[in-house]
T-cell receptor, first 116, second 109 residues
Framework: GAVVSQHPSRVICKSGTSVKIECRSL??????MFWYRQFPKQSLMLMAT?????????EQGVEKDKFLINHASLTLSTLTVTSAHPEDSSFYIC????????????FGEGSRLTVL | RKEVEQDPGPFNVPEGATVAFNCTYS??????FFWYRQDCRKEPKLLMS???SGNEDGRFTAQLNRASQYISLLIRDSKLSDSATYLC??????????FGQGTELSVKP
């Protein structure tokens, strides 16, 4: 089946630094990828829709200047958490739809960010 | 009101039990419906799509009632390996997926 790879799986950083998370579709092209955030014991919350070759679409309440998304190719989207703070500590998951007409999303393995 | 609401968990059941999860959604224009499974600290994986006519996959049966905006998942003959969090997921017209908060299932020997 389709595979989505996410890197790094875990990252610990100091407050004020920026962290980049990569999401790759390994065996298919994804014009659209989605970035989610999940706090412990809570649901996945959609942060933004990443569109290849154009600007990302952010959900209400998500700061676009803090969470920079770049979808430079059909197989790679990146999320950069800028000037990270402890409250940004969370599980970040990307996903991509294998076929535009189908509903199934394939998820990356997730990246656990801890900001000290 | 949350867009997708699920039964609060956790559900603790013995092996072999039948367990049912319920889910309601608020947007009547929702287009697609799914159940995902998420193991602890892992990414969600698709368990099954949910169709208006209802559908079954082995021990799992999913049903959709559009009029009531209600989705269900029935697991028969529970196995230890079924222990996970089950996420009710609704797809919107724009292609976004909205996740419920999940219901944790723990199957005990």
């Amino acid at each position: 089946g389709a595979v989505v790879s996410q890197h790094p799986s875990r990252v610990i950083c100091k407050s004020g630094t920026s962290v980049k998370i990569e999401c790759r579709s390994l065996d298919f092209q994804a014009t659209t990828m989605f970035w989610y955030r999940q706090f412990p014991k809570q649901s996945l919350m959609l942060m933004a829709t990443s569109n290849e070759g154009s600007k990302a679409t952010y959900e209400q309440g998500v700061e676009k200047d803090k969470f920079l998304i770049n979808h430079a190719s059909l197989t790679l989207s990146t999320l950069t958490v800028t000037s990270a703070h402890p409250e940004d500590s969370s599980f970040y998951i990307c996903s991509a739809r294998y076929r535009e007409a189908a509903g199934e999303l394939f998820f990356g393995e997730g990246s656990r960010l801890t900001v000290l | 009101r949350k867009e997708v609401e699920q039964d609060p968990g956790p559900f603790n059941v013995p092996e072999g039990a039948t367990v049912a999860f319920n889910c309601t959604y608020s947007n009547s224009a929702s287009q697609s419906f799914f159940w995902y499974r998420q193991d602890c600290r892992k990414e969600p994986k698709l368990l099954m799509s949910v169709y208006s006519s209802g559908n079954e996959d082995g021990r799992f049966t999913a049903q959709l009632n559009r009029a009531s905006q209600y989705i269900s998942l029935l697991i028969r003959d529970s196995k230890l390996s079924d222990s996970a969090t089950y996420l009710c997921v609704v797809g919107t017209l724009g292609g976004k997926l909205i996740f419920g908060q999940g219901t944790e299932l723990s199957v005990k020997p």
